[in-house]
């Protein structure tokens, strides 16, 4: 990447920091108002991202100077803002915010449920004094003076979540994209976008380069165009990683938790193998579960107070976002909006807001009202794509053998739970292997008992076999056992004793509860096992995690004042738990495939094309050998013969040209029925992955046709 290129990439990342200087709420009572502004910097700048894409699509301008021109000019409106917002606030005088209510006292004095105080961004409800206005003006004063008042335990949390963070940017500035997915479907839909300069389908025999939702593919699309490369593919999910973070850690102050809490709910996450591996990728899991976690911490927002417009523009857009990268995430999104309209209804018919003050006549139709917005919101967002799909092929959804292969084909109660059964037993996997045989015929076992076959079409994926081995580190497969339980237990002990873990917020504990419950009863119900179907679940353990760093936190403050065997006992294993999480978090980081530390493929020994192709390391000289064939037979217009499932993205690497202008690459097969595939007559060479004799076919009579394993070229006589 040239030194131009990383200037221009630092134009979105200026962005977001200003956004979140001009985005910081004005009202004193808000929780972690910094980390609200952090998310609402970072819808904007996805919303903006992604409406940039659609627009310069749509007038045939997806170029370099386009996307420099519209990111020029978003840095400047932010920090226009920025700089209005701090005049602003330093016209505003300075209030003393009150001190803190311990949550520990109104837990223990047993006159009843207390209201416990916002939590700032560096206080927690129990140890936190006032702080002066100096520090509450300044976060970096402000993250000083919390890190003075932390305990040790505190102090090691957090130092454990940064060094994660750390080392995950190391790993994904360090590796190639080398994601399976991504070599097939997600890096070959931004090369064809860069080609064309739209957004227009293409002939293709991959139906998921058209057919899936291309959010995440948007942001990187940006990050291609202003560098010139892939070099920064894999900061798109790191960054989503650290909302995520941001995200859960504020959803645990909403719901009452100290500062403690807090680090241990960004601690769990950070510490799943799956969040590690994903942080390095050029994945999607991660984005789709940002954007779910950023709806929901503005949903906790409206259970209390009514909400204004900046927050229904960003339900609107955090919805949006949802569904233009993974339409699963709206399984979340959708109870989480359910029940903020519910709350905000409540706020209406009562007639009072959070602080008390009566309301206008037509609360309720100002609910309604804000409930359409956020569905208009959303629709500007993810609209114009579906509106391609539905002209595509008939439906919004895509194709049938989209709608069919993924989503579960029966919905009788016995395979929705044999289904969620097979879910959790692979989510839940460990590397005891008796253990996972056990409990993979107990469930194939039951399920024949109630008459549903475990591996019945309908509600399996693919020709794929249950069970699969998921506990290795694996981006695609990895279990989530530990945060994976402490999650349940967490949600388990919110729905039925709320109260132990805050009396104050009993309400909106359960409530929450009840809306993962929700979100991942209608995963499994709607959703097909699959051996990877580990990160396809990754949004609703993110929603999760906040329930289990509460009840953490609450089981340490309980026993802080039991008895001294009962207090070791439990203070004891609970450390176990978290020691366990971070040894597995790094070990993840450490060996996790197909990006690591240490080890064979390490990032540090391997080199960059060897890292692109440590998946299937036995292609790699075979896709050289029919690149420079190619390229010296001086073919400009090339033909492409795959599978479904084949690599596409090595083709736009190798054969790219010198100037660095994209090669002219074509498909000989396409599976979308209006769009017909190029005539082998009309290329210059043609190069094949996957199966030689459907290659065979496509070549014209009296071509040479090479083949090598995997890999094969045909060029015409004389060439």
């Not at 132990?500 to 959703?527: D, E, F, K």
Request: aromatic share 6%.
């Amino acid at each position: 990447m040239s030194a131009a290129g990383f200037l221009l990439a630092v134009l979105p990342a200026a962005s977001v920091l200003l956004l979140t200087v001009a985005t910081r709420p004005r009202r004193t009572d808000t929780v972690a108002p910094l980390r609200l502004a952090v998310v609402r910097a970072a819808l904007l700048t996805g919303a903006y991202a992604v409406l940039v894409v659609e627009l310069l699509g749509a007038l045939h301008a997806l170029t370099r100077p386009a996307f420099v021109v519209a990111w020029l000019l978003f840095l400047l409106a932010a920090g226009t803002a920025a700089v209005l917002r701090q005049r602003q606030a330093a016209a505003q005088p300075q209030v003393a915010a009150p001190r803190p209510v311990p949550v520990g006292a109104a837990m223990t004095a047993g006159t009843g449920p207390a209201t416990p105080a916002p939590v700032t961004d560096g206080g927690a409800h129990d140890v936190a004094p006032v702080q002066p206005d100096r520090v509450r003006a300044n976060p970096l004063a402000r993250a000083a003076d919390a890190w003075r008042t932390a305990g040790r335990g505190e102090r090691l949390l957090a130092g454990t979540i940064g060094g994660l963070l750390l080392v995950e940017l190391l790993v994904a500035l360090l590796a190639e994209p080398n994601n399976f997915d991504s070599q097939t479907y997600h890096l070959p839909k931004v090369e064809h976008w860069v080609a064309q300069g739209d957004l227009d389908f293409w002939p293709t025999a991959i139906h998921r380069q058209v057919t899936i939702p291309p959010g995440a593919e948007y942001l990187l699309l940006h990050l291609r165009l202003l560098t010139g490369g892939d070099a920064l593919h894999n900061l798109v999910q790191w960054a989503a990683g650290i909302i995520c973070l941001l995200a859960v850690a504020r959803i645990t102050a909403q719901l009452g938790g100290s500062r403690r809490a807090q680090l241990i709910t960004a601690f769990v996450l950070a510490s799943t193998p799956m969040v590690v591996l994903q942080a390095t990728s050029t994945q999607t899991d991660l984005v789709c579960a940002a954007w779910v976690a950023c709806a929901a911490t503005l949903v906790l927002d409206g259970l209390h107070r009514r909400a204004g417009l900046g927050t229904l523009l960003g339900l609107g857009a955090a919805t949006g976002l949802t569904a233009v990268t993974k339409t699963s995430g709206l399984i979340a999104v959708g109870p989480l909006l359910v029940l903020w309209g519910l709350a905000q209804l409540r706020l209406a018919v009562s007639g009072r807001t959070h602080a008390g003050t009566a309301r206008p006549v037509g609360p309720v139709a100002r609910t309604v009202g804000g409930s359409v917005l956020i569905l208009l919101v959303a629709a500007t967002v993810v609209g114009p794509f579906m509106a391609r799909v539905t002209a595509e092929f008939g439906h919004p959804l895509g194709p049938p053998r989209l709608r069919e292969s993924i989503p579960m084909e029966r919905h009788d109660p016995q395979s929705i739970l044999v289904n969620a059964l097979r879910i959790g037993h692979t989510a839940f996997d460990t590397p005891l292997a008796p253990l996972r045989r056990a409990g993979a015929e107990a469930i194939i076992n039951g399920a024949e008992a109630i008459g549903v076959d475990p591996q019945d079409r309908e509600i399996t994926f693919g020709r794929e076999i249950f069970p699969e081995p998921a506990w290795y580190p694996d981006e695609d497969r990895v279990a989530f056992p530990i945060a994976g339980v402490l999650a349940l237990i967490g949600a388990v002990v919110a729905l039925t004793r709320p109260r132990r873990i805050n009396p104050g917020l009993a309400g909106p504990l359960r409530a929450y509860a009840v809306v993962v419950l929700v979100a991942v009863l209608l995963h499994t119900s709607m959703i097909k096992w699959q051996p990877w179907g580990n990160r396809l679940i990754l949004y609703a353990l993110v929603l999760a995690i906040p329930l289990a760093g509460l009840w953490l936190d609450a089981l340490f403050r309980r026993h802080a004042t039991g008895g001294r065997g009962r207090r070791s006992v439990a203070t004891m294993t609970a450390v176990a738990v978290l020691a366990t999480s971070a040894l597995a978090g790094v070990l993840s980081l450490s060996y996790g495939f197909p990006r690591r530390l240490v080890g064979d493929g390490s990032v540090f020994t391997t080199s960059d094309w060897d890292t692109r192709f440590l998946r299937r390391p036995q292609w790699t000289d075979e896709f050289r050998w029919a690149a420079t064939a190619v390229r010296d037979s001086g073919a400009q217009r090339i033909g492409l013969v795959q599978q479904n499932d084949n690599w596409e993205y090595p083709w736009w690497l190798l054969l790219r040209h010198t100037d660095g202008r994209s090669p002219d690459l074509v498909a000989l097969q396409s599976v979308l029925p209006e769009r017909p595939p190029a005539d082998p007559t009309s290329v210059d060479a043609i190069v094949c992955t996957g199966s030689q004799p459907a290659c065979g076919k496509l070549v014209p009579a009296g071509w040479r046709l090479e083949f090598r394993g995997y890999v094969g070229y045909a060029l015409p006589p004389g060439r």
